[in-house]
């Protein structure tokens, strides 16, 4: 899979993430010890969260790991690393069942952001959620601004409550995306490379938020496995570590 952003760009990044990985202990940075969170002492997108799932044990829990949390911090909401699918090699995050895992964001109130999720959808998978949030605590308040379902028996993939809806991509990696302005407070999601939707991140779901982007949310629904990797926030201009970076090509 080839990133977006330009190769010329790519080897530079490679060569100062690698040489900044080297400085912290010779391992590129894949999560690290605080996974899914850039050390911060490589003041390398400070501003960004990216996470690949790569570094964690297979089968193991993220309930707990780099900043992700069953709804309201409960565990029976968790889920699974698994190597049944990678996007990047070699895991990526089962949300099947009870799962309804959060990862929470500070200090997202102002500028452009894009959110990112790379999402596989077995084909006949009953509705499965992707949400973000612009208000979250655990045990609440709570407020949505996005939220979309995959339904692959249906096949279509929907975004509530806005009429937005494209066909589904099953049994494969499909991007999820959507880009957020804060400051002009409109979000535009795009789902393998399609819009979606195109509406307000105050007013988008529940109506009457802030401008604030607090967390994502992957919701299994009750519904079968969905598979979920390389999830990002980062700034519009493109994010300063490529959250690929184990598996990028460069031509
Ligand atoms: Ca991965």
């Known amino acids: 899979m080839k990133k977006r952003v330009p ?3 790519l080897g530079i990044l ?54 992700w949390k069953g709804w309201d911090n ?16 070699p895991h990526s995050v089962d949300i099947t069942g009870s799962s309804d895992l959060v990862h929470e964001f500070a200090g997202f109130t102002s500028g452009q952001w894009v959110l ?33 379902f995959f339904d692959a028996m249906s096949g279509v993939v929907v975004s509530d409550f806005d009429g937005g809806t494209l066909p589904i991509v099953t049994d494969d990696w499909v991007e999820f995306r959507v880009e957020i302005d804060l400051d002009t407070d409109t979000q535009v999601g795009y789902y393998d490379g399609q819009q979606l939707y195109s509406k307000s991140w ?17 919701f299994a629904n009750g ?14 201009s493109g994010c300063l570590v490529p959250v690929e970076l184990k598996s990028i090509s460069i031509d």
């Open 223 to 236: 519904a079968t496995s969905v598979y979920y990797d390389n999830v990002s926030l980062c700034p519009a």
């Open 202 to 218: 105050t007013e988008g779901v529940s109506g009457g938020g802030v401008l604030n982007i607090a967390a994502i949310d992957l």
């Open 7 to 9: 190769s010329c760009t």
């Open 116 to 148: 990112t999720a790379w999402v596989y959808v077995p084909a006949g998978t009953p509705l499965s959620y992707i949400l973000a949030l612009n208000t979250y605590a655990d045990g609440g308040p709570y407020n949505w601004s996005t939220q979309v």
């Open 74 to 89: 409960n565990p029976a909401f968790g889920a699974l690393v698994t190597s049944a699918f990678s996007h990047s090699s």
């Open 14 to 67: 490679l060569v100062f993430a690698l040489s900044a990985a080297q400085s912290y202990g010779g391992t590129a940075p894949a999560g690290g010890g605080d996974p899914g969170v850039l050390p911060a002492d490589l003041n390398l997108g400070a501003d960004e969260f990216w996470e690949n799932f790569d570094s964690y044990v297979d089968g193991s829990e993220m309930h707990g790991q780099g900043g």
